[in-house]
């Protein structure tokens, strides 16, 4: 397009700047940190895109302070490394979709990104997502002015939560050139017990009773056989099996000790199995990164469904009989990742439908262009909701400026 | 501190008000009486007190709509209100205003285990919602120290915290779904048994927005299996640097601990002539450390934690060998206050945050002002997350005192945001620290705020004159002033 331009500003008055000129030409822009979602969302984006990737860099990192601040474009590699060092993370597994989206580059993530997007990986369940480990922000809004909000410390209750409705808005309220995060120790030790040979409903007792239990289980998921087959940790995929996953962890004795009790309590249900540290971590990168979807040739569409943990195997079931339909659970049943080839409207009603009997929203994540043009992305909000979440939208953005169609049509 | 002036149309129009509020709340849940008004006037902030113009208590989430329908519709002011322990002054009533009490909503709805949730109604108390749920080995985890008598409804205004705020999280870490009613009188279901929202994070956003956005008349909360066990240490230091280490050196070692409390010399001996909780009275910091969990980590992590104490001068360390032990181990701590109470006629609580590596600082910055207003302080810290309760001693019959008292209290909350941290970690702006809202966020900050209540209460009638210094009319903040300009930076990159 010859109208197409790119801004990239270098500095938070630049930002301010450009932010006012778009402003006082009701010129709507693409917001981009490092792209890594942009495959993500309905694909017609403005014409005008504000590039943010200028603004990276640990600006603050005190790990006995358990707080980081950095340029909201600072690559999730540079900010893994850091953390790394200091034996610490970011608790809720930010999940890299880089080979779930088909993306050449594995490491495009960057901090602001995973904020925007409130994405969370299986600790999700313990440990909260995104929005829970977000202190504060320094942004630019639709009106072309500056704001800011939360600070460095996690207890603040110093005026509206704004850092929680900035998590999640997928860049429709303001461009966020600093953010501050919590970070937290890393687990000393990390092993996951597998109960093998049991089904959707069987696992959904499985993870209840482990949740419920006082056994701090950090994450709870289940794998049918044909997804189970397709791991990359050896001796998981050797099981040959559908399996529950339950990950413990904390210092050593007390994981090995917990474990125990999780082995002994579920021995009846099927046969058990152990997955030490690295076995370990490797198999929740690959639940985190939804792996089991990421191979080359799957084009299947791939939707991401939260609902009450209960409800979980339900809607697998409900949804099971579409072509090409696999599926597995993450958040003890609370999650569903539903993979499903669905040249017709990726079968967005029938998800819909399936997900409005429990209470719930259901995300596309993956899809074809044409696919993403056609359907809403996004679960519609009940009416007085949408209108709520409209008036906010337009009291942050009144011109509808900041990535146009990116979460609901007309917003 | 200036209340917006009454409206006196709204004072005129009293009595039929209240009529109209009888048709919909029958019975005695409208009061107008003054005696019976005068429990309302203040709230835990007793420094200040008005009477408010009526106060009604509906039942049903379809009388507070209709409520606030009709308020709306008459342009009246709402004040909505809990258990009224707020201690910034949420709560307090406006003359000029209805102030809607929820002590009526009362049911636990509906406990959900397999899910870990429980929902409840606003007026049901933070304790009695792990009340329900103990025999059954649940319990819900923000504990403020008011959880007797404050509301789920207040907790949820105010993002309540409490001791194990640091491992568990605030309110705002702990809920899962709301309802709402709007100014509007439109009932709003946000969120459910589900995690995460498919759209803006409401349920963040409302958490924490002291009654101004909406009422809130149910809410869902997350459960949790209780721990197996819980020890605490006893550790007393030579001076609050070496407990501030200390403290430093835990996290640094990987450890969370369940809760972590401090206390300097002035509050450990209020307490331990109150309780009698055997804590050293020559330290100058105590530390309170909670280890909760399975009971092979919980032995593991008290030597490691006994150790790292060792390591950093602990003066004294005793570990609770039983449950009554630990309870007495907190005795202390969670009587501070009235503990403080006794020793001074009354007492003022501040609630700042900062950066745990500047307590020192912060701690010797705060004895100069207490020499230079004449005013004793003792400190309450939740030392993990940097959480500092100075409680100020005053007299409020001393001429002057109460002012001293407050201009201390100003002084030490703009210390806090000097040093890198905030105005309050948990109590919330409310009326009490509204005029500083200014150390911490610049015009625009502030009016970006007031347009997000624009999007909820565009006649601003809930609960105004708390948390702004000056409450903006919405088509002023709507308005806007577009500069006019060239293409931005024309000397850099872009293509
Ligand atoms: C006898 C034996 C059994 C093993 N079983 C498993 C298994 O079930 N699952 C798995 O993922 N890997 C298993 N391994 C592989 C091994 O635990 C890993 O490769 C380990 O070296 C990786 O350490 P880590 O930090 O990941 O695990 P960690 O959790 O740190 O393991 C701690 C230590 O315990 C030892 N260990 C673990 N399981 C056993 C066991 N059943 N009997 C005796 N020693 C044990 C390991 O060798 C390791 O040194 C086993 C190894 C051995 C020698
Ligand atoms: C001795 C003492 C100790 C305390 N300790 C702690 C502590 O450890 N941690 C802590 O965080 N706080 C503490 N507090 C402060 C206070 O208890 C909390 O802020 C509590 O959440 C207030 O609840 P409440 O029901 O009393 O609310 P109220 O005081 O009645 O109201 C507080 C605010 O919430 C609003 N509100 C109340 N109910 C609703 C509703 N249903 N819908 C919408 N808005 C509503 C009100 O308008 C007001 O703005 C303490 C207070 C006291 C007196």
Redesign the interface.
């Known amino acids: 397009m010859s109208d197409a ?6 500095s938070a008055e ?1 930002l301010l ?2 932010m ?2 778009l ?2 030409e009701k010129m709507p822009v693409n917001l981009q940190g490092r792209g890594s979602k942009r495959l993500i969302g309905n694909p017609d984006r403005s014409a005008t895109t504000l590039d943010l990737s200028a603004f990276t860099g640990i600006s603050l990192y ?6 980081m601040s950095a340029g909201a474009a600072t690559p999730m590699a540079e900010i893994n490394k850091a953390l790394d060092q200091a ?1 610490q993370m970011l608790a809720y597994d930010p999940p890299n979709f880089a080979s779930l989206l088909g993306l050449a580059d594995k490491e495009s993530g960057s901090l602001g990104g995973m904020i925007a997007t ?1 994405l ?1 990986g299986p600790r ?2 313990k440990a ?2 995104a ?2 480990h977000f202190l504060g922000f320094q942004a630019v ?1 639709g ?7 939360g ?15 900035m ?3 997928w860049g429709t ?1 303001g461009a966020m050139h600093q953010v501050t995060v919590k970070t ?5 030790k990390s092993r996951t017990v597998l109960v093998q040979g049991v089904d959707a409903d069987e696992a959904r007792t499985i993870m ?1 009773a482990a ?6 289980v950090s994450a709870a998921c289940w794998l049918p056989k044909s997804l189970a087959e397709r791991s990359d940790v050896d001796i998981f995929r050797h099981l040959n099996n559908s399996c529950v996953a339950l990950r413990v962890e ?2 050593g ?2 994981v ?3 474990c125990k ?1 999780l082995r002994d309590r579920f021995k009846s249900e099927g046969k058990i199995e152990e997955l030490h540290t690295s076995n370990s971590a490797r198999f929740w990168r690959e639940i985190r990164d939804v792996s089991p979807f990421a191979a080359k040739i799957d084009d299947r569409v791939i939707w991401k469904i ?6 979980g195997p339900a809607i697998l079931s409900q949804l099971s009989n579409l072509k090409n339909a696999e599926g597995f659970l993450d ?1 003890a049943g ?2 569903v990742w539903l993979a499903v080839d669905a040249p017709k409207m990726g079968a967005e009603s029938l998800v819909r439908d399936a997900v409005n009997r429990h ?5 596309l994540i993956r899809g074809p262009e044409k696919l993403r043009r056609e359907i809403s992305i ?2 519609p ?2 009416t ?3 209108a ?2 409209r ?6 953005d ?1 011109f509808g400026l900041l990535n146009p169609n990116r ?2 049509p007309g917003t | 501190m200036r209340m917006p002036e009454p409206d006196r149309e709204t004072l005129a129009n009293r009595q039929t008000i209240a009529a109209e509020l009888r048709r919909i709340v029958p019975g005695d849940g409208v009061i107008v009486d003054e005696d019976a008004l005068r429990p309302f006037e203040t709230d835990g902030l007793t420094a200040y007190r008005t009477l408010p113009l009526i106060v009604v208590l509906p039942e049903t989430v379809e009388q507070v709509a209709a409520v606030l329908k009709y308020c709306h519709q008459n342009s009246v002011k709402v004040v909505p209100r809990g258990a009224g322990t707020s201690l910034s002054g949420g709560a307090l009533p406006l003359a000029d205003g209805v102030l809607l009490s929820l002590t009526k909503f009362k049911q636990i709805l509906e406990l959900d ?4 949730c429980a929902r409840v109604q606003p007026g049901v108390t933070n304790l009695a919602i792990s009340q329900a749920v103990d025999a059954d ?2 319990y819900y985890a923000p504990d403020p120290s008011s959880q007797i008598a404050c509301t789920i409804g207040g907790n949820v205004a ?2 309540a ?1 409490g001791v194990h ?1 640091l491992k568990y ?2 309110t ?2 702990n809920l899962l779904g709301l309802e709402l009613v ?1 100014i509007e009188g ?5 969120g ?14 409302l ?3 002291e009654g101004m956005l909406g009422v809130v008349t149910e809410v869902t909360v997350r459960l949790l ?4 066990c819980a020890r605490a240490l006893l550790v007393g230091f030579n001076s609050s640097e070496a407990g501030g280490d200390c403290v ?2 835990i ?6 601990p369940g809760g972590m409390e401090m206390m300097d010399h002035p509050a450990i001996n209020a307490a331990e002539d109150f309780v009698n909780a055997g804590y050293p009275r020559d330290a100058q910091a105590l530390l309170i450390i909670e280890l909760d ?5 919980v032995d ?2 008290i030597e ?1 934690v006994s150790r790292i104490a060792r390591e950093n001068g602990a003066s004294s360390i005793r570990i609770s060998e039983s449950e009554q032990e630990r309870l007495t181990f907190w005795a202390g701590r969670k009587a501070a206050f009235p503990a403080v109470g006794r020793i001074s006629p009354d007492y003022y609580c501040m609630d700042g ?5 500047k307590l020192p600082l912060v701690l010797s910055r705060m004895r100069e002002m207490s020499d230079k207003y004449g005013l004793r302080v003792a400190n309450v810290f ?1 030392a993990g ?3 500092l309760h100075p409680l100020i001693m005053y007299d409020a019959n001393v001429p002057g005192e109460l002012d001293r008292a407050e201009d201390f209290g100003n002084d030490i909350l703009k210390l806090c945001v000097e040093v ?10 409310g009326v009490e ?1 509204r005029d500083l ?1 200014g150390e ?3 015009d ?6 007031q ?6 209460d565009p006649k601003a009638l809930l609960n105004p004159g708390k ?1 702004f210094p000056t409450l903006h009319r919405c088509a002023e ?2 308005r ?1 002033h ?8 024309p000397d ?4």
Not at chain 1, 306 to 311: D, F, G, I, L, N
Not at chain 1, 359 to 363: F, K, L, S, V
């Open positions: 331009q790119i801004f990239r500003p270098e630049q700047e450009t006012s000129w402003v006082s005190e790990p006995e302070e358990l707080v034996h409130n969370a999700r369940i909260g997502s929005r829970d809004s009106r072309g002015e500056a704001f800011k909000s600070g460095r410390v996690v207890k603040n209750v110093t005026g509206y939560d704004l850092s929680k409705l998590a999640g808005s309220l937290l120790p890393r687990p000393e209840s949740l419920n239990s006082p056994n701090e904390g210092p004795p007390s090995q000790y917990r009790i939260s609902v009450a943990p209960t409800a958040w609370g999650l209470g719930g929203h259901a995300t996004f679960h909000q009940p007085p909701l949408a709520l979440s008036r906010l939208k337009d009291n942050f009144p979460m609901y | 285990y397999e899910n870990r080995g649940y105010e993002n915290g705020c999280g605030l705002t870490n709007t439109e009932i709003i279901r946000i459910g048994k589900h995690l995460d929202s498919g759209g803006y994070d409401l349920l963040g956003l958490t924490g927005s299996p209780k721990p197996e430093a050196a996290i640094a070692a990987g450890i969370i969990g399975p009971e092979a980590e593991y992590l490691e945050t900062i950066p745990r590596a939740h997350d940097g959480n890198g941290g905030v105005l309050t970690g948990e109590h919330g702006v620290k809202m911490m966020f610049t625009e900050d502030m009016a970006q705020q347009r997000v209540k624009c999007a909820f948390v903040l709507g806007m577009i500069r006019q300009g060239q293409i931005p930076f850099i990159p872009r293509f």
